[in-house]
Nanobody
């Protein structure tokens, strides 16, 4: 059983910053890609950013230059630094981990429970 625990969401004013964290624990042998997605009310879940096991990153166009994804492999943790936040960034943010529960198993996808980010004055 793998658990993803997210933290760092909250209410912030436009132009402000937040840092999200997501720690993976439990029976996981290896972690490949780690990512953040978000879902705003009435909209589909969308990719925010992804980071590979080698550290390569990719961002959705609207987040480039404002958001930074990083990871600490020793802690099985992925971070999302969000700057210059806008009201349209308001959403529930979910972390996603692609990993293997055992050495010989296939890759599984694990999701966090989500953390609310609200950007409002």
């Amino acid at each position: 059983q793998v658990q993803l625990v997210e933290s760092g969401g909250g209410l912030v004013q436009p132009g402000g910053s937040l840092r999200l964290s997501c720690a993976a624990s439990g029976s996981i042998f290896s972690i490949d890609a780690m990512a953040w997605h978000r879902q705003a009310p009435g909209k589909q879940r969308e990719l925010v950013a992804v980071i590979t096991s080698g550290g390569s990153t990719n961002y959705a166009d609207s987040m480039k230059g404002r958001f930074t994804i990083s990871r600490d492999n020793a802690k099985n943790t992925v971070y999302l630094e969000m700057n210059s936040l806008r009201p349209e960034d308001t959403a529930v943010y979910y972390c996603k981990v692609v990993g293997k529960p055992t050495r010989f198993s296939a890759h599984n996808i694990y999701w966090g429970q989500g953390t609310q980010v609200t950007v409002s004055s």
